[in-house]
């Protein structure tokens, strides 16, 4: 244990509150925030979680949730979560977390607010301006730009340009509140400094990748690959792309569906393997409109336990996130997880770090244009590629390794707010390059 590990380790662990308006009975709770929690309360720290969880959610979805939390030995308080109406159901929302946060600030007075995005951080900064606790800023993405960049918010209409120009407000005052900002690409971090609206000694900012448990995606073995093929019925020649995760609004489908559409041109036995939990039926009418037949696709869900298995049947992962303004922030969580489980990607840059990740770690290809040429072309690339499969998997960890991450949030959490400068937020970044 070198000097620096050893004194944090005596360092007594803090009282945090941390608030998501992602649910933990959620796919993204389960891989993005429980793992992170464990190991932070592995580490000392007292966290009280509140979160919002979806009335679809199964008692046994919720149950794991709660065994999850109590194995980790968080202190969770979950909430329902309302959708409608619109904007409104959410301001209902924080109003009930922030009473619940009153609530628990009373029995606990945490050290920390630990905020997950925008809407929980409006509820951090409320509570720091009140009682003092150090913010945590947990940004995850460019939200109110997300919301436009994605066609949610139509500025032509008076009241999601009002909405929008409200959060780009509230987007200042909470970078410029925080006591430490967590970006999860480099590429956000150097759009943020060089913000005219940041003061030259404004917080550090971390950068702190969406990470992945290498313990739990495990390099494809070839006994685990064969049982893979055979669950899901896929012969043992057969080509396989996968997509990992729910499509929503950032997903280029159509793009995926022509890309593959060209591989069947070169393998019409090819396969396309969606793991999702998304309807199926609009899945497979964009498959027929963009001629992929139906039986060259097969799309199912997975629990959090299941989806390494059902990934190894794959022979590289495929997916394309639209490049706007609002991606440089992203870091899509099934980029690590491919690279942690050693199987190559085709994706497009563009989007956060990934065409850095990508490149370093010879683990892919991307995709120059978004047609058949460009197509034909990386799939050119593909085959040629000469994967080191151990060395893209440690050039993965250094982004995406669940312990560093835990790690980051740790230093966080035990530095003293008078001891931060700009140097602690360049040594917290240099750490994830």
């Not at 309360?41 to 065994?67: M, Q, V």
């Not at 440089?328 to 690279?339: D, I, Q, R, V």
Request: charged share 30%.
């Amino acid at each position: 244990m070198d000097r620096v590990s050893a004194e944090r380790m005596e360092t007594p662990g803090r009282r945090i509150l941390y608030l998501s308006y992602d649910g933990m009975s959620d796919q993204l709770g389960q891989s993005q925030v429980l793992p992170y929690l464990a190991g932070l309360t592995g580490r000392g720290h007292r966290i009280s979680l509140i979160s919002f969880e979806k009335s679809s959610r199964s008692d046994a979805e919720i149950d794991a949730a709660r065994r999850a939390c109590d194995a980790a030995g968080v202190d969770w308080h979950p909430l329902p979560y309302h959708k409608r109406p619109p904007i409104l159901s959410s301001l209902y929302d924080l109003l009930v977390m922030r009473r619940q946060a009153e609530r628990l600030q009373r029995q606990s007075r945490f050290d920390w607010v630990h905020c997950r995005s925008y809407l929980p951080a409006l509820v951090g900064l409320a509570m720091k301006r009140r009682h003092g606790l150090r913010f945590l800023f947990d940004m995850r993405g460019f939200w109110a730009d997300e919301r436009v960049d994605g066609g949610l918010w139509d500025l032509k209409n008076p009241l999601f340009r009002a909405v929008f120009r409200y959060f780009k407000r509230k987007e200042s005052e909470l970078l410029r509140e925080a006591d430490h900002i967590v970006s999860l690409t480099e590429q956000a971090r150097r759009i943020m400094l060089e913000r005219p609206d940041r003061a030259v000694d404004g917080p550090p900012i971390s950068v702190i990748p969406c990470c992945v448990d290498f313990n739990h995606f495990r390099p494809v073995a070839g006994s685990r690959r064969e049982t893979a093929r055979n669950s899901l019925g896929i012969a043992a020649g057969q080509r396989v792309a996968a997509y990992l995760g729910s499509i929503g609004t950032w997903y280029m489908l159509d793009e995926m569906l022509d890309f593959f559409r060209v591989q069947l041109e070169r393998d019409p036995g090819a396969l396309l393997l969606m793991i999702t939990r998304d309807d199926p039926a609009p899945i497979l009418a964009a498959a027929e409109a963009r001629g992929v037949p139906r039986d060259a696709v097969t799309i199912g869900g997975a629990t959090r336990d299941e989806v390494p298995l059902f990934t190894s049947a794959a022979d590289y992962g495929l997916f394309f996130i639209r490049p706007t303004f609002s991606k440089a922030a992203s870091c899509p969580t099934k980029l690590g997880e491919f690279l942690a489980l050693e199987i190559p990607v085709v994706t497009n840059g563009g989007v956060g770090d990934v065409a850095e990740i990508v490149e370093d770690s010879g683990a892919g290809v991307l995709v120059k244009r978004f047609d058949e040429p460009g197509y034909r072309d990386a799939l050119d690339r593909l085959e040629r590629l000469e994967l080191h499969k151990d060395q893209a998997r440690q050039r993965a960890r250094i982004w995406f390794d669940l312990d560093s991450g835990v790690e980051r949030y740790d230093a966080i959490y035990r530095e003293a707010a008078t001891d931060w400068n700009s140097s602690t937020s360049r040594g917290a970044c240099e750490a994830s390059e």
